[in-house]
């Protein structure tokens, strides 16, 4: 079945980066988009950034472009993102989203997140 395992969060003072991974397992990595989505404490979860399959094709919701960066390795089965300038606003369980095709980034099936905390 679909795996989708993510790490690399914490506890960061506003202004500092982090980079989040996702390894997936369970399917063919290549053949799907990808998203990170994310939930603050009592709201709704948000998306965040998607990545295509392949060709590079990637989107952002509008107040994250500038600070992060998704990015993808197929051969590793591994997603990233990388968070710059974060902001006390950032703060939430980060979850990565496996698509439901190639083109399409937004899907339903998600890790068990991790949480990212920015915080002076």
């Known amino acids: 079945q679909v795996q989708l395992v993510e790490s690399g969060g914490g506890l960061v003072q506003p202004g500092g980066s982090l980079r989040l991974s996702c390894v997936a397992s369970g399917f063919t990595f290549s053949n799907y988009g990808m998203s990170w989505v994310r939930q603050a404490p009592g709201k709704g979860r948000e998306w965040v950034a998607g990545i295509a399959s392949v060709g590079g094709v990637k989107g952002y919701k509008e107040s994250m472009k500038g600070r992060f960066t998704i990015s993808r390795d197929n051969a590793e089965n591994t997603l990233w993102l990388q968070m710059n300038n974060l902001k006390p606003e950032d703060s939430g369980v980060y979850f990565c989203?496996?698509?439901?095709?190639?083109?399409?980034?937004?899907?339903?099936?998600r890790g068990q997140g991790t949480q990212v905390t920015v915080s002076s």
């Open positions: 989203e496996k698509g439901i095709s190639d083109t399409n980034w937004l899907g339903d099936e």
